[in-house]
């Protein structure tokens, strides 16, 4: 198993950003596949989008379009999840997750997730 | 988008007892499905993908298939960490949905 350690809780005030770390251990990061995924509280999964580092084009859920920027750091193994023009309804705990195989995106490996608060 | 729905939404059942997860998808999806368990304050644990292949490490009691459109999630014997919830995952195109889980508690 692989061990996804993503950044502290935050909390956020409505309209502003939020970014948020995910850090990949070894030396296979670049050819595997990160998604971001998330839970509002008491509500089930949804994926927010995704990145496969090596080729350097994130993919989106129509939903967060314009709103978040997926991005991957190859030198330091870490994909970041930026949020903007945040509301009430991006309460939630945010995870990162990676593929099992080069270039898959079926998930195998969790990050801890880390919850983001919006509140005035 | 492609739509996951699952049923039943939730379900009580005994130590024991075999459990039928159901998954549909509404366009074909070939094998492109994935299942994850996931416990109160904790993040999702992966156990099944390509619809019927086990992620290593899950016990054998676990079993996934389908294709196409209809899945399913077959816990043989349920034991009493297996009470959770479980979602099943597209990824036949983008966006991945998530179906909007089953759970199972203690009857």
């Known amino acids: 198993q692989v061990q996804l350690v993503q950044s502290g809780a935050e909390v956020k005030k409505p309209g502003s950003s939020v970014k948020v770390s995910c850090k990949a251990p070894g030396d296979t990061f670049s050819n595997y596949a990160i998604s971001w995924v998330r839970q509002a509280p008491g509500e089930g999964l949804e994926w927010m989008g995704g990145?496969?580092?090596?080729?350097?084009?994130?993919r989106y859920a129509q939903k967060f379009q314009g709103r978040v920027s997926i991005t991957a750091d190859e030198s330091t193994r870490t994909a970041y999840m930026e949020l903007r023009s945040l509301g009430s309804e991006d309460t939630a705990v945010y995870y990162c997750?990676?593929?099992?195989?080069?270039?898959?995106?079926?998930?195998?490996?969790w990050g801890q997730g880390t919850l983001v608060t919006v509140s005035s | 988008d492609i739509q996951m729905t699952q049923s039943p939404s939730s379900l009580s059942a005994s130590v024991g007892d075999r459990v039928t997860i159901t998954c549909r998808a509404s366009?074909?999806?070939?094998?492109?499905v994935a299942w994850f368990q996931q416990k109160p304050g904790k993040a999702p644990k992966s156990l099944i993908y390509?619809?019927?292949s086990l992620e290593s490490g899950v016990p054998s009691k676990f079993s996934g298939s389908g294709s196409g459109t209809d899945f399913t999630l077959t816990i043989s014997s349920l034991q009493p960490e297996d009470f959770a919830t479980y979602y099943c995952q597209q990824y036949n195109s983008y966006p991945f949905t998530f179906g909007p889980g089953t759970k199972v508690d203690i009857k």
């Open positions: 990145i496969i580092p090596i080729l350097n084009t994130p």
């Open positions: 997750a990676r593929g099992r195989d080069i270039s898959s995106w079926f998930v195998k490996d």
């Open positions: 390509a619809a019927s």
């Open positions: 366009q074909a999806i070939s094998n492109y």
